[in-house]
């Protein structure tokens, strides 16, 4: 499926206008490496079992690193950069229209994800994990431990 694919607007579906001004400025300290290429070959969720993905982590960020270890949980704060920001009420396929809020859809006015995952290895530029559900390439935002369930 195109990318331009992504931006059509269902049946159900409402847009909103973008806003003008931005009220916060983020900073990607990275990378995701996945073997997803596209946003059609992405699961809808990641999960523990799923194909190893690489954190990369940009030389000024790497020393914040330090503590992590393989068979940590961490949670990682990605930006969905191909996602819509517009849509307020989206028509997920075979389900009735919801609003953005009611969803865990990457379409979003703020494209920001999160996925819990498990650290398979960890060196000074990044780290080994499972269960990203991110296409390749995508902007890393932060990493923090994981609550405890």
């Known amino acids: 499926m195109s990318e331009a694919?992504?931006?059509?607007t269902r049946p159900g579906e409402v847009?909103?206008?973008a806003p003008d001004r931005a009220d916060a400025t983020l900073t990607f300290i990275g990378r995701i490496r996945t073997p997803?290429?596209?946003?059609?070959?992405?699961?809808?969720?990641?999960?523990?079992?799923?194909?190893?993905?690489r954190i990369e982590v940009e030389a000024p960020w790497r020393?914040?690193?330090?503590?992590?270890?393989?068979?940590?949980?961490l949670?990682?704060?990605?930006?969905?950069?191909?996602?819509?920001?517009?849509?307020?009420?989206?028509?997920?396929k075979g389900r009735a229209p919801a609003g953005t809020f009611a969803l865990r859809s990457p379409n979003r006015p703020n494209p920001i994800a999160t996925?819990?995952?498990e650290v398979?290895?960890?060196?000074?530029?990044?780290a080994t994990v499972c269960g990203l559900d991110c296409v390749d390439g995508t902007p890393l935002l932060d990493l923090k431990p994981a609550r405890r369930p």
């Open 5 to 8: 694919a992504w931006h059509a």
């Open 15 to 17: 847009e909103g206008g």
């Open 36 to 53: 997803f290429a596209t946003r059609a070959d992405c699961p809808h969720r990641g999960t523990p079992d799923g194909p190893e993905c």
């Open 63 to 73: 020393p914040a690193l330090r503590g992590i270890a393989a068979g940590d949980r």
């Open 75 to 92: 949670e990682v704060l990605y930006w969905m950069h191909l996602a819509r920001r517009d849509l307020l009420v989206q028509a997920p």
């Open 115 to 117: 996925s819990v995952v």
């Open 120 to 126: 398979v290895a960890v060196d000074e530029a990044g």
